[in-house]
């Protein structure tokens, strides 16, 4: 530091110098990301200014206004009864066994949260790659577990009392419908993408006419047709359960979508595989269940993913048809004389739910991707 | 002679048993669908029949020339009433409907694509913003965001007397939005005379000055020529036949604006939750379509000498477009069919009408079902058609 005299150095020989301070730490980040020309300068400031106008309002309207304790909407009223401006979470915590079975016994609730024990470690064992033994697991998920879910939730054998589907509701009936519409529509989906893959003219027309037909319908049209078309088609005296009626339509709904998702995976499967096959002298059944299938399946595994959120969204749609899932449950405590005014609270933590759901899947269907990309 | 003929005995496949026979088991596979699927539909026709029958409900499409009886709380392009037949209640429902879908497809797009590009911003907080937006609202149920916006922002807004106001001329109260409304007088036809005119005149100025830019090699100001003919042309026209428009204005009268403009709750809660729902997936098309253009295309537009805007305008856009059109086409086909979830806050779209009080009134399921169903059908693989053609249009030629 004393030296104040320029020292010269051999060329090649000087040694590296520390990049100037403004373009690295806080300093250089800010400069480069938020004011390095007049125009991003002003998009910051508005960008502040969004940020300052929103955000300190929403907070406090759900968190720092809010009420958090209560048993009655009392609470979350001011002196001359009127309601609070901001969110009620007594409401969420006063219906939250509605909210989440519906009406379901209160005795009987074990059977449903057993299953969810045994649904939540089965589908970590699959989505972990870590874990061995997924093909069991998978047998067990899609085969096993459905039916021991059936017996489970409507009673009435082994033991166990019997509970209408009118009294299931909440999450509860939510997950219930989504599940079932994807691995039921699984099968199927697959089914209808070999078809229209087929080279029999007929089965192709009938493949194609069935996946444009459902997907170029909306989802309550479908349902609307499953709750007043089906009884139609059903000989005098067979009668389904309207949530049976309503499983068949979300089922061939998300079929076709499914069908469309497995083609694609068809695709990517290159023709030297199929030929492989046959020359090693397998039949159709063989060749599409040890060559192609496994490969394509796995290439898919994404785009079901997103068919499954989608489905999962869509189940919502069963309020319209006098289905109490979640949202249904949400609408119908909204209109409790008590609690009448309280339903943005409700919503706020519906879309919650159904937002930790989404959000949670679709990154793993980007972790798999992602993956699956690094592989080739 | 004999030679020859132990070629073609050599060249004959060998005989195969029928079942071994691939056209013969293909043959056999379709019979069996194919009667599977008529019996199947024949024991389905049969009991709908029988059961329509029971219950004593007609059938055919007759009832479409009788009276409606009902009323239909929205109907701002035909004049109707409950004298009016249902074939006119359907008119007024499919009407709805196109109206839902095509503010919806507009608004979806223009914000979608403002998210998309924000989303890709070199300003790390508009991208933060664009990003967080774009997560929050694909993530939660488009019923659930219908309901938000009708049952929790605009139902609980003040009544008409406390309405919120806009300059005197814009009113949002809880039973809608009320505007001010155009009227054309005599005249008006100059107007719209001279907007075509300008179009047309466009459509030739660009064909001349590309044809001029071909041979000279000079470009001429197409963009600013052609929106000074579409305001300067119009702006003439009016002048000439002296102003032929007024506005009529929403004024409050006993409990009710009466007058103007009313756009109800239920349409502006639909149109805002179905364009912001589509425009988060719009906005990551447009993303994945501009990232997907080559950053070598941009350096080389830039090295044979091009500036920022027409770098925009003539290489990057025309080769994103061609990624961004197809997945665009299936969000604008979601869109439509979205707007049926229209039953659940009862806007009077086709599927409440006809799926809902019609269907109450006849019980012709059959038909209802199917009318409502073709008609999604129909838009569908009209909007697929046409996105296809342009397509085509915008697909890279190869030599």
């Known amino acids: 530091m004393m030296n104040t005299q320029a020292q010269t150095y051999e060329p090649g020989t000087h040694p590296d110098l520390a990049p100037p301070p403004s373009t690295v730490g806080v300093q250089g980040w800010v400069r480069s990301n938020l004011i390095s020309s007049p125009v991003n300068t002003a998009l910051t400031v508005f960008a502040i200014y969004l940020v300052y106008s929103l955000v300190p309002p929403v907070l406090n309207y759900f968190i720092f206004d809010a009420v958090w304790a209560g048993d009655t909407s009392d609470v979350c009223r001011n002196e001359q009864g009127g309601i609070i401006g901001a969110a009620c979470w007594p409401f969420v915590s006063v219906w939250f066994k509605q909210l989440m079975y519906g009406r379901y016994p209160d005795a009987e609730l074990w059977r449903i949260n057993l299953t969810y024990v045994l649904f939540a470690a089965s589908i970590l064992a699959l989505a972990l790659p870590q874990i061995p033994g997924k093909k069991w697991t998978a047998i067990f998920v899609l085969a096993i577990f459905p039916v021991l879910c059936f017996f489970l939730y409507a009673g009435g054998s082994f033991g166990l009392v019997e509970v209408e589907t009118s009294e299931w509701g909440g999450l509860f009936l939510t997950l219930v419908i989504a599940i079932t519409g994807i691995v039921a529509s699984l099968p199927i989906g697959i089914v209808l993408a070999l078809g229209r893959r087929s080279n029999m003219p007929v089965v192709r027309a009938l493949c194609v006419g069935f996946i444009e037909l459902w997907r170029g319908v909306p989802l309550i049209t479908v349902l609307f047709m499953s709750s007043v078309m089906f009884p139609l088609f059903m000989p005098e005296g067979v009668t389904f359960d309207k949530l049976v009626r309503a499983l068949v339509g979300v089922t061939l709904f998300s079929a076709a979508y499914m069908a469309e998702v497995v083609r694609g995976g068809l695709q990517a499967i290159p023709k030297g595989q199929y030929e492989g096959a046959q020359a090693l002298g397998l039949n159709f059944p063989k060749m599409m269940y040890f060559i192609v299938m496994p490969q394509a399946l796995k290439l898919v595994i994404p785009g079901i993913v997103n068919t499954f959120i989608g489905l999962f969204k869509d189940t919502t749609l069963v309020s319209i048809i006098g289905l109490f899932d979640f949202l249904g449950m949400v609408q119908l405590a909204s209109t409790n004389p008590d609690w009448l005014g309280f339903v943005n609270t409700g919503y706020a933590f519906a879309a919650l739910v159904f937002w930790i759901f989404c959000f949670g899947m679709s990154q793993y269907s980007q972790f798999i991707e992602r993956k699956l990309h690094t592989g080739h | 002679m004999a030679a020859e003929n132990s070629v073609i005995a050599e060249a004959e496949p060998p005989k195969v048993a029928l079942w071994n026979d691939p056209q013969a088991r293909a043959l056999f596979y379709q019979v069996i669908v194919l009667g599977g699927l008529l019996f199947v539909g024949g024991t389905i026709i049969n009991n709908t029949m029988d059961n329509l029958a029971r219950q004593g409900i007609a059938s055919g499409f007759g009832f479409l020339d009788t009276t409606a009886g009902f009323a239909i709380g929205y109907s701002p392009f035909l004049e109707y009433s409950e004298e009016n037949t249902y ?287 073709g008609f999604y059908l129909f838009v569908s693989l009209a909007i697929s058609m046409f996105m296809n053609w342009y397509n085509d249009k915008m697909a890279l030629v190869e030599r």
């Open chain 2, 87 to 373: 074939f006119r209640a359907l008119t007024v429902g499919l009407l709805n409907t196109i109206l839902v879908a095509v503010i919806g497809i507009l608004f979806a797009t223009a914000l979608g694509f403002i998210m998309g590009v924000a989303r890709l911003s070199n300003n790390w907080m508009i991208a933060k913003i664009a990003l967080v937006y774009i997560e929050v609202m694909r993530n939660i149920p488009l019923l659930l965001q219908i309901f938000v916006w009708y049952f929790g922002v605009l139902r609980p807004l003040p009544g008409p007397r406390q309405s919120i106001n806009f300059a005197d001329s814009l009113f949002v109260n809880n039973r809608g939005l009320f505007a001010p409304k155009p009227i054309f007088e005599d005249g008006f036809g100059i107007i719209i005379a001279a907007f075509i005119a300008a179009i047309i005149a466009i459509v030739y100025l660009v064909k001349w000055a590309h044809k001029r830019q071909d041979e000279t090699g000079q470009a001429f100001p197409v963009f600013a020529t052609s929106i000074g003919l579409l305001i300067g042309l119009p702006i003439i026209g009016a002048v000439v036949a002296g102003f032929p428009m007024s506005w009529e204005f929403s004024e409050l009268k006993g409990f009710n604006f009466s007058g103007g403009m009313e756009i109800p709750p239920e349409l502006v809660s639909l149109t805002l939750a179905l364009s912001t729902y589509t425009a988060a997936f719009i906005a990551e098309i447009v993303r994945a379509g501009i990232s997907a253009v080559n950053k070598g295309q941009t350096e080389a537009a830039y090295a044979v000498g091009l500036r920022p805007g027409p770098t925009l305008r003539l290489v990057i856009i025309p080769q994103a477009l061609r990624v961004i059109i197809p997945p665009l086409t299936s969000q604008y086909l979601n869109l439509t069919k979205n707007s049926s979830l229209a039953a659940a806050i009862a806007y009077p779209d086709i599927v409440l009408v006809f799926g809902g009080t019609v269907l109450m009134q006849t019980g012709q399921a059959v038909e209802i079902i199917a009318i409502i169903m």
